[in-house]
Nanobody, 126 residues
Framework: QVQLVESGGGLVQPGGSLRLSCAAS????????MSWYRQAIGKERELVAG??????????????DYANSVKGRFTISRDNAKNTVYLQMNDLKPEDTAVYYC?????????????WGQGTQVTVSS
């Protein structure tokens, strides 16, 4: 059974930091691209950051990409031994307030597999 379980969300003041974690199980974690998305109230879900899996654009994996709005403030990383992906968020702003979702995706030929976590709330407010 596939599971993605996010944790680490909460309430933080502007300028503060949070570290989100997403623990995965039930699939071959190391071969999946892992991403963080977020959705604020009244807005569409958007990609925040992604990190490639092994055998993707890089044989070893670990290639990262970020939304322009979080570059220089957020860092995505993964620990394949622990089947966990992280999102370190620094210098948080009120506009970062959203539900953050963990996503796993892999495309092999014409077959795509994709999984989502249940989300964790991040609120940035004074």
């Amino acid at each position: 059974q596939v599971q993605l379980v996010e944790s680490g969300g909460g309430l933080v003041q502007p300028g503060g930091s949070l570290r989100l974690s997403c623990a995965a199980s039930g699939f071959t974690f190391s071969s999946y691209r892992m991403s963080w998305y977020r959705q604020a109230i009244g807005k569409e879900r958007e990609l925040v950051a992604g990190i490639s899996g092994a055998g993707g654009i890089s044989v070893a994996g670990g290639v990262t990409d970020y939304a322009n709005s979080v570059k220089g403030r957020f860092t995505i990383s993964r620990d394949n031994a622990k089947n966990t992906v992280y999102l370190q968020m620094n210098d948080l702003k009120p506009e970062d307030t959203a539900v953050y979702y963990c996503n796993a995706r892999r495309t092999t030929g014409y077959v795509s597999s994709e999984y989502w976590g249940q989300g964790t709330q991040v609120t940035v407010s004074s």
